[in-house]
């Protein structure tokens, strides 16, 4: 059965660089995989392993790989497993070249994780398939390969698997039209400045003094005319309250904003408001 999984369905290793290389193409076989399963089919994952290297020496012979499948995944949860190289079916034996490898016990050399299947793999031209179906239906998701081979390894592409999840999951985009209501409230405000004092016309002098008694000195008043001038700045304290939203229906299309609010007269839009 066929799927359109959002993941990658063919992975190569051939691009790798360094004094060693493990050149080999990992795809998944949608053909054979049944990755949405119906009520009486177990889910089944088949892969196709290729050779695609040169006779060098830089490039190195498949002595064993590891897909990293879900760690829930236990041995006795697959319900089948096959492995043929070159067409050729291959003998399954649990514990001596097919394995669950786990964080606590994971692959020597490569330190990778997931199913292990030792089975060596020619580098020019080798085809080696692999399929094993499980019990529980699994989200499709990516899964690390992992290769060893010529003390080599590879690791850190991804191909589609079984990661943990009991469904496929999918993305959604939806769009909703709201429109907010913002309570403004203004309050006027008068601050004085300093005041200036502006001397008028010139001082008047007077002789004499205010107390009676013999004088100990002389006074005398002075008047004098002043203009004050008082600055006062006016304007206005502008607070805002708390934000109240009208929800509209949610659709996977997108909004139309050429209608205009319902409920709320004034326009919503970043405006400059002026009093008198």
């Known amino acids: 059965m066929k799927a359109n999984p959002s993941c990658n369905l063919q992975i190569d290793y051939s691009g790798m660089t360094g004094e060693r290389r493990l050149p080999f193409v990992i795809s998944l076989n949608l053909e054979d995989s049944i990755l949405t399963p119906s009520e009486n089919e177990h889910q089944k994952f088949c892969y196709d392993i290729v050779g695609v290297g040169n006779d060098q020496p830089q490039d190195a012979d498949l002595s064993h790989l590891l897909f990293g499948i879900c760690p829930f995944i236990k041995e006795e949860d ?43 793999l020619n580098k020019i031209n080798g085809y080696m398939k692999v399929c094993f179906s499980l019990r529980t239906v699994y989200t499709i998701g990516p899964v690390n390969v992992c290769l060893f081979g010529g003390n080599t390894t590879a690791t850190g592409l991804t191909v589609c698997g079984p990661v943990c999840g009991s469904s496929e999951s999918c993305e959604s985009i939806f769009y909703q039209k709201e429109s907010i209501c913002v309570p403004v409230t203004i309050t006027p405000y008068a601050t004085p400045g300093t005041a200036t004092a502006t001397c008028c016309g010139t001082p008047i002098i007077r002789q004499g003094t205010t107390c009676g008694g013999e004088q100990t000195s002389c006074t005398f008043t002075v008047t004098q005319n002043l203009c004050i001038e008082i600055p006062i700045s006016f304007g206005a304290a502008i607070e805002t309250g708390a934000a109240s939203v009208q929800c509209g229906n949610v659709s996977e299309e997108p909004c139309d904003c050429s209608e205009t609010p319902e ?14």
């Open 78 to 120: 697959i319900v089948d497993l096959s492995v043929s190289i070159n067409d050729d079916p291959q003998t399954i034996l649990w514990g001596e070249n097919a394995e669950i490898k786990t964080a606590e016990n994971p692959d020597h050399p490569t330190g990778c994780i997931g199913l292990k299947l030792d089975f060596p």
């Open 263 to 276: 409920e709320i007269p004034t326009e919503v839009r970043d405006r400059r408001f002026f009093l008198r």
